[in-house]
């Protein structure tokens, strides 16, 4: 059966980034979207109701709950979305996410503080508070230890138990292109919550 995914790009990216991802999944028999809002500028808080926006739509279109990829900033895109309206949500899968500290533990951090004069503090502590707030819908977080861009410790969910984690060995700007983490996306798309994903590594 295919499922309806929406694929959400990372910090400074746009839709072209995750066409590598996209075409995967649409090759995997799933009717995929981009995200259509350009470029990602890392504005979390007034990109959320266009994200819910955006998968509504597509929820409406289709009859059924939504698929949502995102890869790094874009995957906490993704859970909001899944935090404020998870009737909306089929499954989350994240790539390279963080999931604690928001900017302050990504190499974005300078551009947050320096140009969007942003309290790195004050996003870590804001983060904290939604994530007290659970996620009800199967999430799957893909990691790698050599990440480079963003702390690979702030990508482990310790708020929602139910939360898969899947390490891979993968570089932050290969993880959407490498075949090995675009098959565990694919099956997480399409097992998420079933034991069948345990044991599964790009390692």
């Known amino acids: 059966m295919a499922i309806p995914v929406l694929v959400f790009p990372g910090f400074s990216a746009g839709d072209l980034s995750t066409f590598v991802i996209r075409r995967y999944l649409q090759n995997a028999g799933h009717q995929v979207h981009r995200w259509r809002l350009g470029v990602n500028g890392g504005r979390v808080p007034m990109l959320i109701p266009k994200v819910v926006s955006r998968t509504e739509s597509l929820q409406q279109r289709y009859g059924q709950s939504v698929s949502l990829v995102g890869w790094s900033l874009g995957g906490v895109l993704a859970r909001e979305v899944a935090r404020e309206r998870p009737e909306l949500v089929k499954n989350v899968v994240t790539l390279g996410s963080p999931v604690i500290g928001g900017p302050k533990y990504t190499r974005a951090a300078a551009f947050y503080e320096r140009v969007l004069g942003e309290d790195l503090d004050a996003i870590e502590q804001a983060v904290e508070e939604r994530n007290r707030i659970p996620i009800s819908v199967p999430l799957t977080a893909i990691y790698?230890?050599?990440?480079?861009?963003?702390?690979?410790?702030?990508?482990?969910?310790?708020?929602?138990?139910?939360?898969?984690?899947?390490?891979?060995?993968?570089?932050?700007?290969?993880?959407?292109?490498?075949?090995r983490v675009l098959q565990l996306v694919s099956r997480a798309v399409e097992e998420s919550g079933s034991p069948k994903l345990f044991g599964l590594s790009a390692s």
Do not use: K, Q, T
């Open 144 to 179: 790698s230890r050599r990440d480079a861009v963003v702390n690979w410790e702030a990508c482990i969910d310790h708020y929602n138990p139910h939360c898969e984690h899947i390490e891979v060995d993968a570089s932050h700007l290969s993880l959407g292109f490498d075949p």
